[in-house]
């Protein structure tokens, strides 16, 4: 919906994908980033096809031209 770019210079960063025991061993200012990822075991884990970003704030005021036009008016 937003330009990476746009998403970056306003703190955005794509997810750490990695397995849980990873989470602990991140610095606490990365954890807000950490998705778990373990692709073999019983239970599979992967979100990876989503290809997340996320962003560290309460709120983000944007307008529908810095969208792509994707949001309605």
Not at 3 to 19: L, T
Not at 33 to 52: A, C, K, L, S
Request: net charge negative.
């Amino acid at each position: 919906m937003f330009p990476k770019s746009w998403v970056y210079d306003r703190g955005g960063r794509p997810v750490i994908y990695g397995p849980w025991s990873d989470f602990g061993i991140l610095p606490e200012e990365l954890r807000w980033r950490h998705v778990r990822y373990e692709p073999t075991g019983e239970q599979v884990i992967d979100f990876t096809w989503e290809r997340e970003w996320r962003m560290r704030c309460d709120e983000l005021p944007f307008s529908p031209a810095e969208s792509g036009n994707y949001c309605a008016e």
